[in-house]
């Protein structure tokens, strides 16, 4: 994974939101202004820092502008190698990502045993999708993989609440202070924090089933404190993270920020949060306020669909994959000895993901990348079954506590059942290297195919300026290139020197046209009559495609 993400990192242009992420990341370190990037949290930002301090990327005192400009100032403007700066920018993001992978380890071992704990981290390890925005700068892997720490440690909290249950409320606090998405997730975590406490003195653990009213009182009362204590830990550290770019906590409210009414804005109004937090609120609904449009299984559309998200992690999920969630997810709902996880492992992503379908922006199952991430854990339990009588004549699974706690497990068709649906996952996501971005499983045609079924950062994201300015160097020297693009980077930074297609008279656009293949899902009329009077020659990083117009 390391390899993968490190290779995959050196090789790709900035996306859309990382030049945005990384001239912020360098405002915060040179000049500790909250001013840019208010409508995320800083912590996705700092972390980023932490890779620009050893880049030293150099800003401008005297710049003014917006934070689009800011990131093509930093990146391409100030005398900077931009793929040394993406590089340094995006190796903390690359290292967070393999931490997570030991908490999907620890997690799947405590309930699943060391087979169930392998398997686990090899459909993580192996996730095209975790490997494609872990390695980025950007915060949907951190979001995910500290909500994902938060759940384990109040996991391990029912044994011991005193010592896990600061770090549970820490690691939820490191998730809201890097996205806002994560809050929907902080009721169930302080409901998971009740749960903890009751499971660490209820019976058998302090409580006897006898015992009296006062006791349990008594006991409801420690789980609500326990409660109360990790919401005000999380909201310490979103504080914290404010301050630490400013102590001053200096803050002027863009003059374009957009108005929220209703319950949106009692629930601003009531947060005991930083106030740029509360205005990056604002900013975001009044993203999800905005008309956008989509592209799914070849139509494009102005609005959103509330099936897109599932939808497109049908596509972008490996198949073996896809088959150990479910069976992860009926091991969990069908063995006594893993029910008490469900509420852990099941209810924070699916109400993440309920609330994310109610959005907005079909841009990409980076909204809801919290699902391979926890289902990765799910996926560990499906070697887990019920103990019967005499498992191995009914094909099952056999299993017995060891004694570290965890489960010996002796395979039998099940057991090479799963084996082989994670070597297929494995293998699907090896073949896609080094382009696990616009990765989509054998059922919807491959990498190849992605295009035509999703757009945006499923597919085209503007990573591949660097790979096709070597494609034209090496089979189009000296060619005149026509050049539609979507993404952030600058192509001429590249060595790509290229005209627009789109502001000239089609009769005079000859010889080599390439667009990003985003740009052809969403053609206008211009375009579409461009492209149907070309013919496809060649693609690079199955995002981009090379036309040839006579």
């Known amino acids: 994974m390391a390899v993968a993400m490190v290779s995959t990192a050196v090789e790709q242009t900035p996306t859309i939101d990382e030049p945005v992420y990384v001239g912020t990341a360098t405002v915060y370190l040179q ?131 005193s010592l896990y249950l600061p770090l549970s409320a820490t690691a939820l606090g490191a998730a809201v202070a890097t996205k806002t998405s994560m809050l929907p997730a902080v009721p169930v975590v302080l409901l998971l924090a009740v749960v903890s406490v009751w499971r660490a003195g209820g019976p058998g653990r302090g409580t006897a089933p006898g015992s009296g009213t006062r006791a349990r009182v008594r006991l409801l009362g420690l789980a609500a404190a326990a409660a109360a204590g990790t919401a005000v830990t999380a909201v310490a550290v979103v504080w914290a993270t404010y301050l630490a770019v400013d102590p001053r906590l200096r803050w002027t409210a863009p003059a374009d920020l957009p108005a929220v009414h209703g319950p949106r804005a009692l629930l601003i109004g009531h947060l005991p949060l930083p106030q740029p937090y509360r205005d990056g609120m604002r900013i975001q609904f009044g993203f999800e306020d905005a008309t956008w449009q989509g592209f799914l299984f070849g139509r494009l559309y102005r609005g959103s669909l509330w ?191 290229a005209a627009d297609p789109l502001t000239v008279p089609a009769d005079r656009v000859h010889g080599l046209l390439v667009v990003s293949d985003t740009s052809i899902d969403k053609a206008g009329t211009r375009l579409k009559a461009l492209l149907a009077t070309s013919r496809r020659i060649d693609e690079v990083g199955h995002s981009i495609t090379l036309f040839r117009r006579p």
Request: proline fraction near 7%; include cysteine; hydrophobic fraction near 50%.
């Open 307 to 497: 099936y897109y998200l599932p939808a497109a992690l049908l596509v972008k999920t490996p198949i073996g994959t896809a088959a150990l969630w479910a069976a992860g997810s009926s091991a969990l709902l069908s063995v006594r000895r893993l029910r008490p996880a469900v509420p852990y492992l099941l209810l924070p992503p699916a109400l993440l993901l309920a609330s994310a379908m109610t959005g907005s922006r079909d841009l990409g199952v980076r909204y809801a990348l919290f699902v391979p991430v926890f289902l990765a854990v799910v996926a560990g339990c499906a070697v887990v079954a019920v103990r019967g009588r005499r498992p191995a004549r009914t094909g099952g699974v056999r299993w017995r506590p060891a004694r570290t706690g965890g489960v010996r497990w002796r395979p039998g068709w099940a057991g090479a059942a799963t084996a082989a649906l994670v070597l297929f996952a494995a293998v699907s996501s090896v073949l896609t290297y080094p382009y696990y971005l616009t990765y989509s499983n054998e059922a919807f045609g491959g990498p190849e195919k992605t295009y035509l079924r999703l757009h945006d950062s499923n597919v085209d994201w503007g990573q591949d300026l660097g790979r096709l300015a070597d494609r034209l160097e090496g089979r189009h020297p000296h060619e005149k290139v026509w050049f539609v693009y979507k993404g952030a980077g600058v192509p001429s930074a590249y060595g790509i020197h």
């Open 31 to 161: 000049q500790h202004d909250l001013r840019y990037n208010p409508e995320h949290p800083p912590l996705g930002k700092l972390v980023i820092a932490a890779g620009l301090l050893f880049a030293h990327p150099h800003l401008d005192p005297a710049f003014e502008g917006d934070q689009t400009e800011l990131g093509r100032h930093v990146l391409y403007e100030s005398g900077d190698d931009p793929w040394r700066v993406m590089l340094w920018a995006r190796l903390p993001v690359i290292v967070l990502t393999l931490l997570f992978g030991l908490v999907v380890l620890a997690f799947a071992r405590e309930l699943a045993g060391r087979t169930g704990a392998l398997v686990a981290l090899a459909l993580y390890a192996f996730s095209p999708d975790v490997i494609a925005h872990g390695s980025l700068a950007t915060f949907d892997v951190p979001a995910s993989g500290f909500l994902l720490t938060s759940v384990w440690l109040m996991w391990r909290a029912g044994r011991r609440p």
